[in-house]
């Protein structure tokens, strides 16, 4: 797990987390009334984006308390998505790739096109709220409260406590799908291609006739997790520093 910088902030009572997941730090404070402040310092910053986070850090800080959802599979904490089957694989290929010159750069991108190339369309019941759907295929996403349309690489939420879980399952045959998926991704209109199955509820859980364990990337974290995977919702559990909505 990533270190993280965890701050007291006397002015409004927060902690602040930063350089790095804000997973252990959230995790502590689940269920407890001091606030999580978020400093956009990763990779990626998906929640201080949802969250509404400004560069300012002053008014980072001074923004009211509200409280949010987080989510679990097989009882790990997450607040963001957990991906499955095929993208926890591209994550650890991207995180050999930090640090690295160019030339080894260049040999983990020839592997992460073979791992696209190569990866086989898994099969998968997923089961909703008690409503089993089947699915052949190489991404699922379960995102702590639903997606939407939003700037790229990923979507954001327009509300963090609908206390939801939203299940993106694709179901491209191709290679050629997948970029095309992808691509829409970027464009912000993912939402309209019927390759990308979505369902929504407060219990999810993925089973596979053919596998034991599964790697799963939740907020970045890799991990091998036992099949089959439950996700649960847990409404408002998390005090944060809310600025505002995401823009």
Known sequence: MDRVAVLFNARSGALLSRAGTVLAAAEHLRDTEVPLGILPGGTMNVLARDLGVPADLDLAVAAPVARIDMATVNGRPFLCSSMLAMMPHLGRIREQARGRRWRSRWRLLERAVQVVRRYPRVLL????????????????????????????????????????????????????????????????????????????????????????????????????????????IRPRALAVLMPGAAS
């Open 125 to 232: 019941r997923i089961t909703v709220d008690g409503r089993e759907h089947r699915a052949r295929t190489r991404t699922v996403v379960v995102s702590c409260n639903p997606l939407s349309a939003g700037p790229p690489p990923m979507p954001g939420r327009e509300r963090l406590d609908a206390g939801l879980l939203a299940v993106y399952v694709t179901q491209e045959w191709t290679s050629g799908d997948l970029l095309a998926v992808a691509a829409r991704l970027f464009r912000g209109d993912w939402q309209q291609d019927r390759r990308i199955q979505r369902h929504e509820g407060r219990t999810v859980r993925v089973a596979s006739p053919h596998m034991a364990m599964m790697s799963v990337m939740s907020d970045g974290e890799i991990a091998r997790l036992s099949m089959p995977l439950t996700f649960e």
